[in-house]
């Protein structure tokens, strides 16, 4: 006999998205917040490290939120920043009760925050392998343990930006390919340790136009970010931070999807000729 499990709302949830300062996040949480969800931003200003795509320890994520909230306030939604660095444990565990404590509880984690460079291992600095596995994949598992217990208690959804670069190598990328690497397996391996209260799943974006692209990506391949599109999707244009958004939604509301890595690339991953 199968048990039916019901189709849930968004409407009333609270979320967390890390990383909502910047275009991916931005879109995922805006989403989030069009299906009836609060919404609480976790970004920083300041980081520790110069290793990423902003190439300054001045990031200015959590003063780029406000924007954010304000937009989600328009669509009536309840939204708040909190400065947290996903690599600090104290700082998370602050995030996690300010939330519960403002919000009523926690409903749904999207760890979303990630950094990027691009240097060949051969090049690399050691802590530039570290200031990008610390944010990529031990900020998923930092944020994700702190959650678990409120979301066990929500039944709720862990959802992971991952990207292509799970599923695939690139050189002068190995340190962030690695990083989505360890994302896909911290989601398979928290499926099945969360089941079956909390579905995980993860979002694997395709080319965005965002900083990494734009000022990070585009500049190493030597050609323009539309020749890129033309080049390598066979769709033809590039992915939008709304279609992860909208990704989003679907999983946080489907009871029966865990454990899966959703790729939104416009057919990149099959363009293999």
Known sequence: MSIMVERTSLDGAVSIVTGAGG????????E???AGSDIVIADVDVLETAY??????EVSGATRAQAVVEQIEDQGQRAHVVECNVTKPEQVD???????SEFGGLDLLVNNAGIITVT???EMAADEWDSIMDVNAKGVFLVSKAAIPHLR??????????????????????????SKHAVLGLTKSLSLELAPDVTVNAICPGIVQTPMWEDVLTPELEESYEETIERVIPMGRDQTPDDMGRLAVFLAENRNI???A???DGGILQNVI
């Open 94 to 100: 602050a995030l996690i009760d300010e939330t519960v």
């Open 120 to 122: 060949p291992v051969e």
């Open 52 to 57: 990423n795509q902003q190439s300054s320890q």
């Open 23 to 30: 275009d991916i996040g931005s879109g995922i949480a805006t």
């Open 32 to 34: 989030l917040a069009s």
């Open 262 to 264: 959703v790729t939104v």
């Open 153 to 178: 208690e929500s039944e709720g959804s862990i959802i992971n930006t991952a990207s292509i670069a799970g599923d695939i190598g690139a050189a002068g990328l190995g340190h962030y390919c690695a």
């Open 258 to 260: 865990t454990g899966q």
